[in-house]
């Protein structure tokens, strides 16, 4: 910096004249203005430690922000949150940056009145504007603009430091996703059973029921709807698509059809029993007294399955079982009214569920859709695996459109047993209303009256469908845990603010410094004691001063005594 070196320099300082409004003017005298080091105490040492240190303390904001740009919240390890330890390190940064801007406005004032002949009442308006707003406006308004301008923009500008500093950080919350092995949902490409069955003599009527089956069937009747078993802490998700072994319903009304095919023994008043056959193929049968019973409710079903001696499957594949249901409702006489016949059928097939997910009790897929495998049958009949008494209904692996369909198999044995289930007494059972002993009765209070056949059905077969997912050949499909996260977000815009304060600070400074250096005027800053030192001389318009540096001021303060009068 020019004129800065560690030899002292002296400037010759030319008072000015004055002399009190009724005393006489004052013969002009010269005295000299020593300059130090400028990194000497008595010159700007403290204001320029104060400006590097806001330099450093905005530089460190500006740190931690880029630190904690797109992280999560937690990355900050410190005692005190991220938010507190920003409003402190603005706020030391706003005492730094003051501390100096204060000290130039101060020295500002000497050479504004250096410069040419000012009002006597800008000394009060440099004074207001080193500190605080209102004076820097008044400084900007009713001064005519010069080095200390800069000074008042710096103090308004201070007022948004804060406010900014805090706008620039934007805690949001983000999805953090990582796989993890507790995240599972289930889907079956097999259905088979070890079944301890090795009699020779042994047929497809004692094939032991699966329960886990069994009960699925009972509670899709009776409509029971359970929660889905899978396996998540917290929020998870599936990306991708799975392919599940199932099953599937279908009913129709076939009220008119079938009743035009019925035949009928015994008359109107006294026991009627009629039989028919639904276009499905099952047989139904009735009965009737006249003011004494009537059937209200009658199921039979019927498999389509083939004996195990057979060596292709039946055409009717993939449908495995037919159901018929008949329902009235007798009136006082018990004469049959509002009479319904459905029939249903159950088949065998496969479902794609894609991107999966759970969120506490709630689990759910975007899609679900039945497969198509692009042809009507492609299951095959054969012997696959250990199980050689019974075969297997299975397909090859394959690809139809853009899915891959894996290989799918079903023991045939295992389908069996769920047949002998369906033609059970178990299921296909009759409830008659009156004058009538019922001892099979099956699941007639699930389907009598007014229920909804073709719904219970299909909920029957994403019962059986479910269990197959978590059923004894079931596979795990991890996912990937979702966790929200606060994350930090720096809209590095609103910092933009405190830069452009920092580097108008810089300005000033520098300025300021070299300016001084280059001037005659003493090194008095803010110093109210330095008015103490000039003498104003009211005819002329002029100061005088003795060229005294602060300190040699204060030294004479503290000896002196005064007194107010």
Known sequence: MAGVDSNPKTHPYEPAQVSEVDSEPQTATTTEYKRHPVYSPSE????????????????????????????????????????????????????ALMHGVSTFIGQSKWLH???????????????????????????????????????????ILRLTLSPFAQQVVLIEQRDIVFSADTATFGYAHNYSRNILNNLVNSGIGSIPQDPGMQSSIIRGLYGINIAEPFKCPGACRWTGSYISLGFKAECRNVTQETLQ???????????????????????????????DLATTYYMNASSLLMSTSATKLPDTFPEITRFAIYRSTPDSNFRIQDINITDCSLSITAYQYTDAKADGSDFSFATKREVDFGMKNPWMLGTKGTEMKFKSMYTNESTSGDIHIPALEMSYASLAA???????????????????????????????????????????????????????????????????????????????????????????????IFSNRRSRVPLWK??????????REKQRGLLQTTGKDINEIKDEAQKAKVRLQ
Not at 526 to 535: E, F, R
């Open 261 to 291: 095919v019925a035949t009928c023994e015994g008359k109107d008043n006294s026991l009627r029993q009629c039989n028919m056959t639904t276009p499905g193929g099952v047989d139904l049968a009735t009965r009737a007294y006249f003011t």
């Open 526 to 535: 803010s110093s109210t004691l330095a008015v103490l030192a000039c003498q």
């Open 418 to 512: 769920v047949e002998t289930l369906f033609e059970s007494t178990t299921i296909a059972t009759e409830w008659v209303a009156g004058n009538f002993v019922n001892t099979n009765l099956g699941v007639a209070a699930a389907l009598s009256g007014d229920v909804d056949i073709s719904n219970r059905f299909d909920k029957m077969a994403t019962a059986m469908t479910d269990y197959l997912r978590y059923g004894p050949n079931a596979l795990s499909a991890h996912g990937e845990v979702v966790q929200s996260e606060p994350f930090v977000f720096i809209r590095w815009g609103y910092f933009v603010v405190p830069i452009v304060t920092e580097g108008c600070a810089i300005l000033f400074a520098i300025l300021s």
């Open 44 to 95: 700007w040492l403290l204001e320029s430690i104060s400006s590097i240190l806001a330099l450093g303390l905005l530089i460190g904001i500006a740190i931690i922000f880029w630190y904690m740009d797109d992280k999560p919240l937690s990355a900050w390890r410190g005692r005190i949150s991220l938010n507190a330890t920003i409003s402190i390190l603005t706020t030391a940064y706003i005492t």
């Open 113 to 155: 009145f250096q410069n040419g002949s000012r009002k006597l009442a800008d000394f009060e308006i440099f004074d207001g504007a080193s500190r605080g707003v209102w004076g820097s406006i008044l400084l900007l308004t009713t001064v005519k603009w010069n080095l200390a301008t800069i000074s008042a923009f710096i103090t």
